[in-house]
């Protein structure tokens, strides 16, 4: 999984909704708001589902720590099938994109994905969208499409805030400049150095200014409007 894949999923976690990455860089847990909500349903999971989980759990663990993708692959795709098994909606598809996204299979994880955005398009699914088109090297326009609309979805969590003052409104408010500098505005590249050095609460500037570095000045690299990354030609 190379560095602009984790650094999405770290820029996606400054919303405060979505993903982390263990293991070398190499696991991707698309939704720890799901993740939570697995954990707290815990003891409501079958036995049937708990071995399952166990062993999958076991198994991945294991073979992560070698970081060779294609010994991950031939050990963690056979084991699609049994995870398919388990009945427990959100542990399933959690488990299922684990292994996708660690096998590269980019095509499995996006229709999981777009099934997940269907039954409720939550911004940082759509924001992994756009991670999974870029993988599957999809056209330009239609992934800076994919950051417009992650980007109105959250500016619409945005208006619904009572208090700007509040730490989580910063963290959302920095993640909509960052995907409307994704959807073609370059414009928003100064507008998010502003709203950096805006920022008075140390720890989060620095945190910001971190996630720009990585997700923004090193990938993207310029501001001319006909520089293309190169994930993107």
């Known amino acids: 999984m190379n560095r602009k894949l984790i650094s999405t999923i770290v820029l996606i976690s400054v919303f405060g909704v979505t993903a982390c990455s263990k293991a070398s860089n190499e696991q991707a847990k698309v939704d720890t708001t799901e993740k939570s909500s697995s954990q707290n349903v815990k003891t409501e999971i079958s036995a049937s589902d708990k071995a399952i989980l166990d062993r999958y759990d076991t198994i991945t663990n294991e073979v992560v720590t070698s970081g060779e993708d294609e010994k991950i692959k031939q050990t963690l795709a056979p084991l699609i099938p049994e995870i398919k098994k388990v009945t427990a909606k959100k542990q ?37 969208r756009c991670t999974l088109l870029e993988k599957l090297n999809e056209a330009k326009v239609k992934i800076q499409q994919c950051h417009a609309a992650s980007a109105q979805l959250i500016q619409t969590e945005l208006s619904k805030s009572s208090s700007k003052n509040d730490p989580q409104y910063r963290d959302a408010e920095f993640v909509y400049l960052t995907e409307m500098y994704k959807a073609g505005h370059t414009d928003y590249k100064a507008k998010i150095q502003k709203f950096i050095d805006e920022t008075k609460d140390v720890a989060s500037k620095d945190r910001y200014k971190s996630l720009y570095d990585a997700d923004i000045e090193s990938f993207y690299g310029t501001d001319s409007p006909n520089y293309v990354p190169e994930s993107l030609k």
């Open 92 to 128: 399933r598809e959690m488990a299922l994109m684990n292994i996708y996204m660690l096998s590269g299979m980019y095509k499995e994880a996006y229709e999981l994905n777009e099934q997940q955005i269907k039954e409720k398009p939550l911004p940082q699914r759509v924001m992994f």
